[in-house]
């Protein structure tokens, strides 16, 4: 069961992952649409610009469980790598577990901005298009929620790691599990 969930958590963090790799082009078309009505035809967008920085938003935040599952986040491993190993693996646990409470405070506290904002029925007054702003802050708790739950899934990995229970972890080669 437990290597079930893992297998289905990194499904899930693969699949929108997946899925959000294509915002980036999106953006672009976007850009481009803005850049040729406002050079070409002398008619700039009203919502090129302020639609543009919400998707990249959502790339960026979206991107986070992905990222974690394909361990491509950046860190600096000049003291880590000095440990022993056996230090490594509790820093590794003490790591994950730091991180989702902070992740767990940072969730309960988008989805309060995310409720207040549908409760406001807020829009956006940094341009005259005036978008509403509450599908955009969703964004924000739903992409913490799969940021959580792939850090469970790490800190189940470092669990093990740590208590040397054998499990099948894909993203490493056989000879260091």
Same mark, same amino acid.
């Given at each position: 069961?437990?290597?079930?969930?893992?297998? /289905?958590?990194?499904?899930?963090? #693969?699949? +929108?992952?997946?899925i959000?790799?294509?915002?980036?082009?999106?953006?672009? %078309?976007i850009?481009?649409? #803005?850049?040729f009505?406002?050079?070409?035809?002398?008619? =700039?967008?009203? /919502?090129?610009? #302020?639609?543009?920085?919400?998707?990249?938003?959502?790339?960026?935040?979206?991107?986070?469980?992905?990222?974690?599952?394909?361990?491509a986040? +950046?860190?600096?491993?000049?003291?880590? +790598? %000095?440990?022993?190993?056996?230090?490594?693996?509790?820093?590794?646990?003490?790591?994950?577990?730091?991180?989702? +409470?902070?992740l767990?405070?940072?969730?309960?506290?988008?989805i #309060?901005?995310?409720r207040?904002?549908?409760?406001?029925?807020?829009?956006?007054?940094?341009?005259?298009?005036? =978008? =509403?702003l509450?599908?955009?802050?969703?964004?924000?708790?739903?992409a913490?929620?799969?940021?959580?739950?792939?850090?469970?899934a790490?800190?189940?990995?470092?669990?093990?790691?740590?208590?040397?229970?054998?499990?099948?972890?894909?993203?490493?080669? =056989?000879?260091?599990?």
């Amino acid at each position: 069961m437990f290597e079930k969930y893992l297998a /289905w958590q990194d499904g899930l963090s #693969e699949w +929108v992952g997946r899925i959000i790799a294509w915002l980036p082009l999106v953006l672009v %078309l976007i850009l481009l649409i #803005e850049v040729f009505f406002r050079y070409f035809l002398n008619a =700039p967008t009203i /919502w090129g610009h #302020e639609l543009s920085a919400m998707l990249f938003g959502a790339f960026a935040i979206l991107s986070g469980a992905y990222t974690l599952k394909a361990q491509a986040h +950046v860190r600096s491993d000049v003291i880590y +790598v %000095l440990l022993p190993r056996w230090l490594q693996k509790i820093c590794d646990v003490l790591v994950q577990v730091l991180g989702l +409470v902070v992740l767990t405070i940072f969730f309960l506290m988008a989805i #309060e901005f995310a409720r207040k904002s549908w409760a406001l029925g807020e829009m956006s007054s940094k341009s005259i298009w005036q =978008p =509403p702003l509450y599908y955009i802050k969703t964004v924000i708790p739903i992409a913490l929620g799969l940021l959580i739950l792939q850090s469970i899934a790490e800190l189940l990995r470092a669990l093990c790691r740590l208590f040397g229970a054998p499990f099948h972890d894909p993203r490493q080669a =056989p000879d260091e599990h």
